[in-house]
Protein backbone atom coordinates (compact mmCIF):
# COMPACT_ATOMS: atom_id res chain seq x y z
CA UNK A 1 0.00 0.00 0.00
CA UNK A 2 0.87 3.54 -0.99
CA UNK A 3 2.07 5.97 2.11
CA UNK A 4 -0.31 8.54 -0.23
CA UNK A 5 -2.96 6.15 0.15
CA UNK A 6 -3.38 5.78 3.66
CA UNK A 7 -2.75 9.49 4.33
CA UNK A 8 -5.72 10.18 2.14
CA UNK A 9 -7.72 7.89 4.25
CA UNK A 10 -6.60 9.66 7.41
CA UNK A 11 -7.67 12.80 5.88
CA UNK A 12 -10.95 11.82 6.22
CA UNK A 13 -10.95 11.20 9.65
CA UNK A 14 -9.23 14.61 10.47
CA UNK A 15 -11.36 16.69 8.28
CA UNK A 16 -14.58 15.24 10.05
CA UNK A 17 -13.68 14.90 13.17
CA UNK A 18 -11.30 17.09 16.03
CA UNK A 19 -9.12 13.83 17.00
CA UNK A 20 -5.38 14.80 17.18
CA UNK A 21 -3.30 11.86 16.04
CA UNK A 22 -0.16 12.16 13.57
CA UNK A 23 1.56 9.28 12.00
CA UNK A 24 5.08 9.02 13.28
CA UNK A 25 8.34 6.75 13.28
CA UNK A 26 9.27 4.32 10.69
CA UNK A 27 6.77 5.42 7.81
CA UNK A 28 7.48 8.94 8.05
CA UNK A 29 10.82 8.03 7.86
CA UNK A 30 10.62 5.75 4.60
CA UNK A 31 8.38 8.41 2.91
CA UNK A 32 11.34 11.22 3.39
CA UNK A 33 13.51 8.46 2.06
CA UNK A 34 11.19 8.53 -1.38
CA UNK A 35 9.95 5.04 -0.14
CA UNK A 36 6.17 4.88 -1.14
CA UNK A 37 5.69 1.34 -0.13
CA UNK A 38 4.84 0.63 3.16
CA UNK A 39 4.35 -2.32 5.23
CA UNK A 40 3.68 -1.11 8.56
CA UNK A 41 2.53 2.69 9.88
CA UNK A 42 2.63 3.84 13.75
CA UNK A 43 -0.31 6.34 14.15
CA UNK A 44 -0.12 8.16 17.63
CA UNK A 45 -3.21 9.71 19.04
CA UNK A 46 -3.24 12.18 21.40
CA UNK A 47 -7.25 12.59 22.44
CA UNK A 48 -10.00 9.80 21.84
CA UNK A 49 -8.16 6.76 21.18
CA UNK A 50 -11.34 4.56 21.00
CA UNK A 51 -12.80 6.82 18.51
CA UNK A 52 -10.16 7.33 16.27
CA UNK A 53 -9.79 3.66 15.95
CA UNK A 54 -13.63 3.13 15.36
CA UNK A 55 -13.48 5.76 12.70
CA UNK A 56 -10.40 4.46 11.62
CA UNK A 57 -12.26 1.04 10.62
CA UNK A 58 -14.88 3.01 9.29
CA UNK A 59 -13.24 3.91 6.97
CA UNK A 60 -11.21 1.06 5.93
CA UNK A 61 -14.80 -1.07 6.21
CA UNK A 62 -13.97 -3.76 8.23
CA UNK A 63 -15.05 -5.13 10.89
CA UNK A 64 -14.57 -3.83 14.04
CA UNK A 65 -13.97 -7.40 15.65
CA UNK A 66 -10.88 -8.04 13.44
CA UNK A 67 -9.22 -4.99 15.40
CA UNK A 68 -6.46 -6.37 18.10
CA UNK A 69 -6.86 -3.93 21.14
CA UNK A 70 -5.15 -4.24 24.36
CA UNK A 71 -5.82 -2.47 27.63
CA UNK A 72 -3.07 0.02 27.24
CA UNK A 73 -4.96 1.68 24.46
CA UNK A 74 -2.99 0.27 22.02
CA UNK A 75 -4.95 -1.20 18.76
CA UNK A 76 -3.46 -3.48 15.43
CA UNK A 77 -5.31 -3.77 12.52
CA UNK A 78 -3.89 -5.44 9.39
CA UNK A 79 -5.29 -4.28 6.32
CA UNK A 80 -4.78 -4.71 2.60
CA UNK A 81 -1.03 -5.82 3.14
CA UNK A 82 0.06 -3.32 5.78
CA UNK A 83 0.18 -3.42 9.47
CA UNK A 84 -0.96 -0.50 11.63
CA UNK A 85 -0.27 0.50 15.07
CA UNK A 86 -2.73 2.37 16.65
CA UNK A 87 -0.84 4.11 20.31
CA UNK A 88 -2.04 6.55 22.67
CA UNK A 89 0.76 9.33 22.78
CA UNK A 90 2.81 8.44 25.95
CA UNK A 91 6.27 8.55 27.80
CA UNK A 92 7.85 6.01 29.04
CA UNK A 93 9.69 5.09 32.51
CA UNK A 94 12.22 2.81 33.15
CA UNK A 95 12.56 1.26 36.42
CA UNK A 96 15.69 -0.93 35.74
CA UNK A 97 17.96 -1.68 32.38
CA UNK A 98 16.16 -3.96 30.37
CA UNK A 99 12.67 -3.92 32.15
CA UNK A 100 9.48 -3.38 30.47
CA UNK A 101 8.42 0.29 30.93
CA UNK A 102 5.66 2.09 32.76
CA UNK A 103 3.56 3.63 30.18
CA UNK A 104 2.04 7.09 30.59
CA UNK A 105 -0.07 8.98 28.83
CA UNK A 106 1.58 12.21 27.23
CA UNK A 107 1.21 14.62 24.39
CA UNK A 108 2.85 14.34 21.15
CA UNK A 109 6.85 15.55 22.29
CA UNK A 110 6.87 12.84 24.71
CA UNK A 111 5.86 10.25 22.46
CA UNK A 112 8.67 11.68 19.95
CA UNK A 113 11.27 12.07 22.66
CA UNK A 114 10.66 7.91 23.71
CA UNK A 115 11.72 6.23 20.51
CA UNK A 116 15.20 5.34 19.91
CA UNK A 117 17.03 6.86 17.14
CA UNK A 118 16.45 11.00 15.55
CA UNK A 119 15.53 9.80 12.34
CA UNK A 120 12.48 7.65 13.90
CA UNK A 121 11.51 11.04 15.90
CA UNK A 122 9.41 12.77 13.47
CA UNK A 123 5.70 13.09 12.68
CA UNK A 124 3.85 13.95 9.85
CA UNK A 125 0.76 16.11 11.10
CA UNK A 126 -1.85 15.14 8.70
CA UNK A 127 -4.34 17.59 9.07
CA UNK A 128 -2.17 20.35 8.57
CA UNK A 129 0.40 18.59 5.78
CA UNK A 130 3.75 19.32 8.15
CA UNK A 131 6.60 17.37 9.73
CA UNK A 132 7.54 17.65 13.23
CA UNK A 133 11.19 16.91 13.94
CA UNK A 134 12.19 18.49 17.79
CA UNK A 135 15.47 16.33 17.29
CA UNK A 136 16.47 17.00 13.87
CA UNK A 137 15.90 13.73 12.12
CA UNK A 138 15.75 15.17 9.03
CA UNK A 139 18.99 16.81 9.03
CA UNK A 140 20.41 13.38 10.28
CA UNK A 141 18.39 11.33 7.55
CA UNK A 142 19.99 13.71 4.83
CA UNK A 143 23.58 13.66 6.18
CA UNK A 144 22.70 9.48 6.44
CA UNK A 145 23.92 9.60 10.15
CA UNK A 146 22.27 7.42 12.62
CA UNK A 147 22.36 8.70 15.81
CA UNK A 148 20.32 7.82 19.50
CA UNK A 149 17.63 10.66 20.67
CA UNK A 150 18.86 10.31 24.01
CA UNK A 151 21.99 9.28 26.47
CA UNK A 152 21.02 5.70 28.46
CA UNK A 153 18.97 4.49 24.85
CA UNK A 154 20.80 1.00 24.67
CA UNK A 155 20.71 0.50 28.59
CA UNK A 156 16.80 1.01 28.92
CA UNK A 157 16.33 -1.19 26.37
CA UNK A 158 19.27 -3.32 25.09
CA UNK A 159 17.17 -4.57 22.00
CA UNK A 160 18.06 -1.29 20.68
CA UNK A 161 21.50 -2.39 19.88
CA UNK A 162 19.53 -4.84 17.28
CA UNK A 163 17.45 -2.20 15.43
CA UNK A 164 20.65 0.18 15.69
CA UNK A 165 22.49 -2.45 13.49
CA UNK A 166 19.57 -3.10 11.34
CA UNK A 167 18.92 0.68 10.76
CA UNK A 168 23.02 1.00 10.13
CA UNK A 169 22.92 -1.78 7.34
CA UNK A 170 20.10 -1.30 5.90
CA UNK A 171 20.27 2.57 5.27
CA UNK A 172 23.97 2.26 4.45
CA UNK A 173 24.64 5.10 7.76
CA UNK A 174 27.35 6.41 9.25
CA UNK A 175 28.35 6.11 12.67
CA UNK A 176 27.74 9.11 15.73
CA UNK A 177 30.55 8.89 18.03
CA UNK A 178 28.12 9.45 20.95
CA UNK A 179 25.74 6.73 20.10
CA UNK A 180 29.21 4.66 18.95
CA UNK A 181 30.35 5.14 22.69
CA UNK A 182 26.44 4.35 24.49
CA UNK A 183 26.50 0.88 22.44
CA UNK A 184 29.87 0.22 23.89
CA UNK A 185 29.42 1.38 27.27
CA UNK A 186 25.94 -1.06 27.61
CA UNK A 187 27.54 -3.87 26.29
CA UNK A 188 30.56 -3.87 28.65
CA UNK A 189 27.37 -4.18 31.17
CA UNK A 190 27.59 -8.13 32.49
CA UNK A 191 24.04 -8.09 32.93
CA UNK A 192 22.80 -6.13 30.42
CA UNK A 193 20.57 -8.08 29.06
CA UNK A 194 19.17 -9.75 31.83
CA UNK A 195 15.85 -8.45 32.18
CA UNK A 196 15.39 -9.00 28.82
CA UNK A 197 13.05 -12.11 27.79
CA UNK A 198 13.60 -14.28 25.12
CA UNK A 199 10.53 -13.12 23.11
CA UNK A 200 11.82 -9.56 22.61
CA UNK A 201 15.25 -10.55 21.51
CA UNK A 202 13.79 -13.49 19.21
CA UNK A 203 11.24 -10.89 17.69
CA UNK A 204 14.43 -8.57 16.98
CA UNK A 205 16.36 -11.67 15.68
CA UNK A 206 13.71 -12.49 13.26
CA UNK A 207 13.11 -9.49 11.74
CA UNK A 208 16.79 -9.32 11.05
CA UNK A 209 16.70 -12.35 9.43
CA UNK A 210 13.92 -10.61 7.12
CA UNK A 211 16.39 -7.95 6.20
CA UNK A 212 18.22 -7.98 2.61
CA UNK A 213 21.44 -6.83 4.32
CA UNK A 214 20.96 -9.82 6.80
CA UNK A 215 24.33 -11.12 6.80
CA UNK A 216 25.86 -7.84 6.82
CA UNK A 217 23.77 -6.84 10.10
CA UNK A 218 24.58 -10.42 11.57
CA UNK A 219 28.36 -9.69 11.46
CA UNK A 220 28.58 -6.41 12.75
CA UNK A 221 26.40 -8.14 15.39
CA UNK A 222 29.40 -10.42 16.01
CA UNK A 223 32.12 -8.12 15.25
CA UNK A 224 30.98 -5.74 18.47
CA UNK A 225 30.35 -8.86 20.36
CA UNK A 226 26.68 -8.40 20.70
CA UNK A 227 26.07 -12.16 20.51
CA UNK A 228 28.70 -12.55 23.25
CA UNK A 229 27.27 -9.92 26.03
CA UNK A 230 24.27 -12.39 25.92
CA UNK A 231 25.75 -15.90 25.21
CA UNK A 232 29.67 -15.90 26.29
CA UNK A 233 32.66 -14.35 25.08
CA UNK A 234 33.40 -17.73 22.77
CA UNK A 235 30.33 -18.04 20.99
CA UNK A 236 31.08 -18.36 17.30
CA UNK A 237 28.92 -17.50 14.63
CA UNK A 238 29.41 -18.18 10.22
CA UNK A 239 28.60 -15.18 8.91
CA UNK A 240 28.41 -17.40 5.22
CA UNK A 241 25.18 -18.84 5.75
CA UNK A 242 22.68 -19.91 3.29
CA UNK A 243 19.40 -18.49 3.08
CA UNK A 244 16.58 -20.84 4.59
CA UNK A 245 12.99 -20.55 4.56
CA UNK A 246 12.91 -22.06 7.85
CA UNK A 247 14.60 -19.86 11.05
CA UNK A 248 15.03 -22.61 13.02
CA UNK A 249 17.12 -23.94 9.89
CA UNK A 250 18.95 -20.77 9.38
CA UNK A 251 20.15 -19.71 12.97
CA UNK A 252 21.13 -23.56 13.31
CA UNK A 253 23.28 -22.77 10.14
CA UNK A 254 24.92 -19.54 11.56
CA UNK A 255 25.38 -21.01 15.31
CA UNK A 256 26.34 -24.42 14.61
CA UNK A 257 30.00 -24.60 15.49
CA UNK A 258 29.09 -23.77 18.99
CA UNK A 259 29.65 -26.68 21.35
CA UNK A 260 25.69 -28.49 22.16
CA UNK A 261 24.76 -27.16 25.21
CA UNK A 262 25.46 -23.58 24.33
CA UNK A 263 23.82 -23.81 20.86
CA UNK A 264 20.80 -25.52 22.53
CA UNK A 265 20.75 -22.10 24.81
CA UNK A 266 21.51 -19.55 21.56
CA UNK A 267 18.45 -21.31 19.47
CA UNK A 268 16.16 -21.26 23.02
CA UNK A 269 16.60 -17.76 23.08
CA UNK A 270 16.97 -15.97 19.40
CA UNK A 271 14.08 -18.71 18.24
CA UNK A 272 11.66 -17.85 21.91
CA UNK A 273 12.06 -21.78 22.80
CA UNK A 274 12.44 -24.96 21.21
CA UNK A 275 10.22 -27.82 21.80
CA UNK A 276 12.24 -30.92 23.36
CA UNK A 277 11.71 -33.08 20.15
CA UNK A 278 13.71 -30.25 18.50
CA UNK A 279 16.10 -30.05 21.36
CA UNK A 280 16.84 -33.79 20.74
CA UNK A 281 17.34 -33.60 17.02
CA UNK A 282 19.73 -30.54 17.24
CA UNK A 283 21.43 -32.98 20.08
CA UNK A 284 21.74 -36.17 17.56
CA UNK A 285 23.08 -34.07 14.53
CA UNK A 286 26.01 -32.28 17.20
CA UNK A 287 26.84 -35.92 18.07
CA UNK A 288 26.62 -37.27 14.33
CA UNK A 289 29.17 -34.69 12.47
CA UNK A 290 31.10 -31.43 13.67
CA UNK A 291 30.27 -29.42 10.71
CA UNK A 292 26.64 -28.54 9.51
CA UNK A 293 25.12 -30.68 7.07
CA UNK A 294 21.62 -30.17 5.29
CA UNK A 295 21.87 -33.98 3.90
CA UNK A 296 21.52 -35.10 7.97
CA UNK A 297 18.09 -37.17 8.45
CA UNK A 298 17.74 -34.79 11.44
CA UNK A 299 17.26 -32.18 8.90
CA UNK A 300 14.15 -33.27 7.55
CA UNK A 301 12.33 -33.33 11.05
CA UNK A 302 13.34 -29.46 11.60
CA UNK A 303 12.34 -28.45 7.85
CA UNK A 304 8.78 -29.92 8.80
CA UNK A 305 8.48 -27.18 11.78
Known sequence: MHFKEIVSILKKISHSTNI?????????????????????????????????????????????????????????????????????ARREMYGSPGALPEILPSGLNDDLLRRDFTINSIAYDVKNDTLIDPLNGISDLKSKVLKADRENLFIEDPTRIFRYFKYKCRFSLSEERGTKEQIEIALNAKSLFLNVSKSRISKEWILILNEDKRREIIESLLKNNVFGCIFGEDTKADVNFQKNQNTLIETLNIFYENETEKLIKILNTLLNGLKKREESAVRRMKTESKSFDCNNENIAFLQLK
Open 20 to 88: EFYIVGGAVRDNLLQKDDIDNIDIAVINDFDRFTDSLTDELGINKERVKRSMFKTALIEYNGITIDIVT
